[in-house]
């Protein structure tokens, strides 16, 4: 059944396309106008005739605008099914108004406490009571009242009246859209209050709005979705924007999120590729082109068909060297792109996809989610490593400042390796890695045929201990010459005595890195 709108009420924090709408309601539907407060201001300075909520309420905004929807006559007025003979007599009886369209989103919790150092008074303050009150009200009412909870919604409602009406379908949607910004925007308020008393509540509701509908899942028979925290606006892959390229895909996504949580933890330019949620190149070095071309060389079989992050905008130069001979990539992620940049990746291959972020700052927020069947893991995030002021060397060699310089770029590296998670660096370049793997033995054997030649000269970073000796003897046949490792095996003194037997240099964090 298609309804009309007669009666609007308005009350919106966020007032994008506000005006617009209002107007075109107005102008072309003659719908009255009825807003609170700051709405009604922006309405009002439009020129634009809308009434205050408290002429049918009888009753001022009081306490810093806290109370001003709370009121009889505004749920009459949105609860009152109009179907029903008896309620539109109340209506008449008490003189109440109709409102056949609520346009209500809400204060903005989220945003404010993803902003870092917000006060618990300043939290507090945007939680709204009245407006999803009234949201819950008019979306129970869905056959007779219009909900508009996010302004994308407009254009979909004035096309609708001016076909003759909203249809019942339409306001069901409206309903449950109305429906699931409450239950977001409750749990965002609970979570936000657990987190302030435990690191992990007894009662923890996540809450993500989807953001994109994805080409496949991990495989092509599965189906995909992007889902993206309520509130989020710092630099991640969730707020990438992409500017080229075909749909991206749930591996994609993984692999762009891997490679840009890898390449912010570093100050000079860098430059990351993985592979399969690995990194198979990564290098830093004193130009972005630089150090795309060392990361790529570090395992060119591997890097095709890779992902590609950087911790700076792309310029021409880099864009040159990813352009340079037959590369396949997947996807580039970076910080911004020089526009002759963009132009000359953009006219490399149609489907190539480019994501942009804003400027990297910081590392990843919020803990680390991971479901399992019939429940969710949930744990802080493995931010940073031990700084190397802290490390131990436990060997009688100790490592020269290069090596030191060295072992510490391939820690970094190796905290985003698949565990058992083996680095081996040349300088600040990656030139092998063994990921995955069930014995560390193994990964080491990897990494060093990954290596091949690079090996020789080259250290060895391990997210975990050396459960045995023979994983110094491989590294040392091979021409390592240095090793940075947690330490705490019940088999430290027998590594440690390899490395004496062999002349290496190694080191302790006393932290692990796994990554499952």
């Keep these: 059944m298609r309804r009309s709108v007669r009666r609007a009420l308005l009350s919106v924090s966020d007032k994008s396309g506000l005006v617009e709408f209002a107007r075109t309601l107005a102008e072309d539907h003659r719908v009255e106008l009825v807003a609170t407060g700051g709405t009604k201001a922006a309405l009002a300075a439009a020129g634009l005739a809308v009434k205050d909520v408290s002429e049918f309420t009888g009753f001022p905004e009081v306490m810093d605008g806290r109370v001003k929807t709370l009121h009889p006559a505004v749920y009459a007025g949105l609860l009152a099914k109009r179907s029903k003979p008896e309620h539109m007599a109340v209506l008449a009886d008490l003189r109440l108004p109709e409102f056949d369209l609520l346009v209500c989103n809400l204060y903005?919790?989220?945003a404010t406490v993803a902003k870092p150092n917000v006060t618990e008074a300043e939290a507090i303050e945007t939680i709204d009571i009245g407006g999803p009150c009234m949201v819950r009200a008019a979306a129970k009412n869905f056959e007779s009242v219009v909900v508009a909870v996010d302004p994308a919604d407009y254009m979909g409602i004035l096309t609708a009246l001016a076909e003759g009406g909203t249809t019942t379908e339409q306001r069901r949607a409206l309903a449950a859209k109305a429906f699931a910004r409450i239950l977001a925007y409750d749990a965002a308020i609970a979570g936000w209050f657990g987190s302030q008393t435990e690191p992990f509540?007894?009662?923890?509701?996540?809450?993500f709005t989807r953001s994109a509908l994805l080409r496949q899942g991990e495989n092509p028979h599965q189906q995909a979705a992007l889902y993206r925290e309520p509130g989020i606006a710092r630099p991640c892959l969730a707020t990438a924007v992409q500017l080229h390229g075909k749909e991206l895909s749930y591996n994609n996504l993984l692999d762009l999120d891997s490679a840009l949580n890898l390449?912010?933890?570093?100050?000079?330019?860098?430059?990351?590729?993985?592979?399969?949620?690995?990194?198979?190149?990564?290098?830093?070095?004193?130009?972005?082109?630089?150090a795309f071309t060392q990361a790529w060389d570090g395992d060119p079989l591997s890097a095709f068909g890779g992902i590609i992050a950087?911790?700076?905008?792309?310029?021409?130069?880099?864009?040159?060297?990813?352009?340079?001979?037959?590369?396949?990539?997947?996807?580039?992620?970076?910080?911004?792109?020089?526009?002759?940049?963009l132009t000359l990746l953009k006219s490399w291959k149609k489907n190539v996809r480019l994501l942009t972020v804003d400027a990297l700052t910081g590392p990843p927020q919020g803990l680390d989610l991971?479901?399992?069947?019939?429940?969710?893991?949930?744990?802080t995030r493995d931010l940073g490593t031990t700084p190397v002021a802290e490390w131990?060397?436990?060997?009688?060699?100790?490592?020269?400042?290069?090596?030191?310089?060295?072992?510490?770029?391939?820690?970094?590296?190796?905290?985003?390796?698949?565990?058992?998670?083996?680095?081996?660096?040349?300088?600040?370049?990656?030139?092998?890695?063994?990921?995955?793997?069930?014995?560390?033995?193994?990964?080491v054997e990897i990494a060093i045929r990954k290596a091949g030649s690079h090996a020789k000269g080259s250290v060895l970073a391990s997210d975990a201990f050396f459960p045995f000796p023979?994983?110094?003897?491989?590294?040392?046949?091979?021409?390592?010459?240095?090793?940075?490792?947690?330490?705490?095996?019940?088999?430290?003194?027998?590594?440690?005595?390899?490395?004496?037997a062999h002349g290496l240099a190694m080191l302790f964090t006393g932290r692990r890195h796994f990554r499952h």
């Design 392 to 443: 131990t060397s436990v060997a009688e060699r100790s490592p020269t400042p290069q090596e030191l310089a060295s072992l510490a770029f391939a820690w970094t590296v190796c905290k985003h390796v698949k565990s058992n998670a083996i680095a081996l660096a040349q300088g600040t370049t990656l030139v092998g890695v063994g990921a995955g793997q069930m014995s560390r033995v193994l990964a």
């Design 310 to 341: 950087f911790n700076r905008p792309v310029d021409v130069a880099t864009a040159r060297a990813v352009l340079a001979g037959e590369r396949f990539v997947e996807c580039l992620v970076a910080p911004g792109y020089d526009p002759e940049a």
């Design 370 to 379: 991971r479901r399992i069947d019939g429940g969710l893991l949930v744990q």
């Design 201 to 207: 509540p007894a009662h923890f509701t996540p809450s």
């Design 470 to 500: 023979d994983n110094v003897e491989l590294a040392a046949a091979a021409g390592i010459t240095a090793i940075v490792q947690p330490g705490g095996s019940v088999k430290d003194a027998d590594a440690i005595a390899a490395c004496n």
């Design 108 to 110: 903005p919790f989220e």
């Design 263 to 290: 390449v912010r933890e570093f100050l000079p330019p860098a430059a990351v590729v993985v592979k399969h949620n690995n990194p198979c190149g990564t290098a830093t070095a004193a130009t972005l082109a630089e």
